[in-house]
């Protein structure tokens, strides 16, 4: 066949196709809506990505945090079969004022500052070498969980995260940041997601001075196996902190008192408490850590119950001030809150103001305080 | 006599006792440049918070101050220690200043900026900036007040005072870095996609922000913002403005960008790619026959 029938034909079947899907999906504009819905209605939920669905829950083909654009995180699907990219991370981003992953002085300097020149020269002529300049950042160091992620809040906000090492020391910094009067918080998440209560800590920063704050020690995460407990038998309170650390455990009920036990290599710490002692009724308990002389705070206080009957504790539904269910607290669920502030509330939103929030019917600045408390970034 | 003179000041003490001012942990207080003005010039006031041992997470009030002496000027909330307003300070009838924030995670420490306000004297007199309607509550998770205290301004304005120029504050920075969050819940805005976003400005404070879908102009708005697009396949940029006009934009990628075949622009190239190459194939076939029939 003739060569240039050849190309003939295939630019031809370009076109063809070109103008196929061009037309198709014009078409498909004007009746787009019907088409999708009944396919979604038909399809969706069953398991299988099929169609023009993104996902179906589990099944996101060969889609990922990563195949759209993300640096890490978990890509989930919505019920409506599309992605829902929310827990996905971004990653290190020229000019998110944190010098990390691949960013350097040459390939990035608002966040790593300016290289210094090269020095000298040629000749005779010798150089002066430049010191870098001065920036303006904080260093945080201390102690958290083996390999957890520890997380760093800029006025409420997630400034950046970082792993803490096999030995719970974590060194993290955040560069390019103002002069200024900042609140920081630091919090980590056990192995088994566990969030501690935020260490929150005001600090001035000076322009072109390195503020190193040190000695950061995450109070240790605290669960119980039961929400209530008969008489008699055991509770069992547990939690992580740092390897081989030494755990204070404290009960509350009409007096407070304290019980020891030591953290494993692992940081993992489990003391089964007698009730035997215990008063019927409510008794909280909290928990801190010792390590080589250095304390931390009580971390999250949790409550169970002593009564006739053992009732073993139930996965928790949603976060305290977690209003679109995402499993943190920051910035949306505050600006859902105060939507609703100073005015009447829907019964829809009623609903999950009594599940997250104070159930007053209302939001004022009770449920702003309590989101605060339980804030995540 | 001896167990006279104990009862003696046994009894004292607790008189006394009823007199003595409750010690409160937290103070509120309304601080200024000076306490003596000329009509026509600026009075900077601002609003501290002290915690001493406590930790508070959220505040809450009303400064309230004479209209006939005082008119604001500026209110700035650059380096407040509230990261987050459910009300800015915002003037109200001309008299008064309502604000509400939270600090995520609480706070402790003294002299904690709330914000500051820069009135312009309107006529001589005496008067007072006061605190009403405060609330202050602990970083418990429940909510329960703090016990504190206020602390209210007295002033002059008066001709017999020295001359006080306008605070100026330079602010040369943008605001802060932020990153806006696409959400929808079925409470809010009929379950559609809205954007949400929050900074601070460590100079003069946030003014205001302007939003641009895709290749539109920026418009102004607030949080939460009720997205146009709902079908996320466009760029989203949040500029965040100080009040000396510094900016700060951030450019949300599109959640679900168009999928090749479905970019209409990349189609059309590849047609008219298409049609020129097809268009010299023929050309050249059909030249070759005319050439050959001749």
């Not at chain 1, 240039?4 to 787009?32: C, P």
């Not at chain 1, 803490?164 to 056990?190: C, R």
């Not at chain 1, 002593?306 to 910035?331: H, Y």
């Not at chain 2, 954007?195 to 946030?206: E, M, N, P, W």
Request: aromatic share 10%.
């Amino acid at each position: 066949m003739n060569k240039n029938y050849l190309l003939f034909l295939f630019f031809i079947e370009i076109i063809l196709v070109a103008g196929f899907h061009f037309f198709y999906q014009r078409v498909l504009a004007d009746t787009n809506s019907a088409i999708t819905i009944t396919v979604k209605i038909a399809v969706c939920g069953d398991g299988v990505k099929e169609g023009w669905e993104d996902c179906d829950k589990s099944d996101f083909g060969e889609a990922s945090c990563s195949s759209l654009g993300f640096s890490s995180g978990t890509l989930t699907c919505t019920a409506a079969c599309e992605y829902d990219t929310f827990q996905c991370v971004a990653g290190p981003s020229c000019g998110d004022g944190s010098c990390n992953g691949s960013e350097n002085c040459a390939n990035c300097s608002p966040d790593c500052g300016t290289c210094p020149p090269a020095g000298g020269g040629g000749g005779g002529g010798g150089g002066i070498i430049m010191p870098p300049a001065p920036q303006t950042a904080v260093i945080f160091s201390g102690w958290a969980y083996p390999l957890s992620k520890v997380s760093v809040l800029k006025d409420g906000q997630l400034a950046i995260t970082t792993i803490a090492g096999p030995d719970a020391n974590f060194n993290i910094s955040l560069a390019g940041l103002s002069a200024g009067n900042y609140n920081f918080s630091v919090y980590g998440e056990d192995s088994q997601v566990r969030r501690s209560t935020l260490f929150t800590f005001p600090v001035y920063i000076t322009s072109g001075v390195t503020t190193n704050i040190s000695g950061i020690f995450i109070t240790p995460t605290i669960a119980v196996d039961k929400s209530e407990v008969k008489q008699g038998d055991n509770i069992a309170i547990f939690g992580q902190s740092v390897p081989n650390g030494k755990i204070t455990i404290s009960i509350n009920s009409d007096e407070e008192f304290f019980e020891k036990t030591t953290a494993d290599k692992n940081g993992a710490y489990l003391y089964n408490l007698d009730t035997t002692p215990l008063d019927m009724g409510q008794h909280l308990t909290r928990s801190k850590a010792i390590l080589n002389g250095e304390d931390s705070s009580f971390g999250r206080t949790i409550g169970f119950s002593v009564g006739i009957k053992t009732v073993i504790k139930a996965d928790e539904k949603s976060l305290r001030g977690d209003l679109n269910n995402d499993n943190r607290v920051n910035l949306v669920d505050f600006s859902i809150a105060a939507y609703w502030y100073t005015r009447p509330i829907s019964a829809d939103f009623a609903v999950k103001e009594t599940e997250n929030l104070n159930g007053d019917g209302k939001i004022d600045l009770v449920d702003f305080s309590i989101m605060a408390y339980y804030w995540t970034g | 006599m001896f167990k006279i003179q104990k009862i003696n000041i046994i009894l004292v003490a607790c008189i006394l006792s009823f007199f003595a001012s409750p010690v409160f942990a937290t103070q509120i207080y309304l601080q200024a440049d000076s306490a003596t003005i000329k009509p026509g010039d600026f009075l900077k006031v601002s609003v501290f918070i002290n915690t001493e041992t406590e930790i508070i997470n959220a505040i809450q009030g009303t400064v309230v101050f004479p209209d006939n002496l005082l008119k604001v000027e500026k209110i700035n909330e650059g380096n407040s220690i509230l990261s987050f307003w459910a009300e800015k300070p915002n003037v109200y009838e001309g008299k008064e200043i309502r604000f509400a924030g939270i600090v995520p995670g609480g706070y402790q420490n003294n002299e904690g900026l709330l914000f500051s306000v820069i009135f312009q004297t309107l006529s001589q007199g005496n008067g007072a900036a006061a605190l009403k309607d405060v609330q202050v509550l602990l970083n418990d998770g429940k909510g329960t007040a703090a016990e504190f205290s206020v602390s209210n301004l007295n002033f002059v304005v008066t001709d017999k005072a020295s001359a006080i120029s306008k605070p100026e504050i330079k602010d040369n920075e943008p605001p802060e870095l932020f990153t806006p969050e696409i959400a929808s819940t079925p409470e809010m805005f009929e379950g559609r996609y809205f954007l949400v976003f929050a900074t601070q400005d460590k100079g003069s404070g946030i003014d205001h922000y302007e939003i641009r879908e895709g290749k539109g102009p920026f418009i102004f708005a607030e949080s939460p913002y009720l997205l146009q697009n709902q079908n996320l396949d466009k760029e989203i940029a949040v500029k965040a403005v100080d009040k000396n006009g510094n900016e700060r934009i951030i450019v949300l990628p599109p959640q679900k960008p168009l999928l090749w075949y479905q970019n209409y622009w990349i189609l059309g190239i590849m047609m008219i790619i298409g049609f020129i190459i097809v268009g010299i194939i023929l050309r050249k076939n059909l030249w070759q026959r005319f050439t050959k029939l001749r």
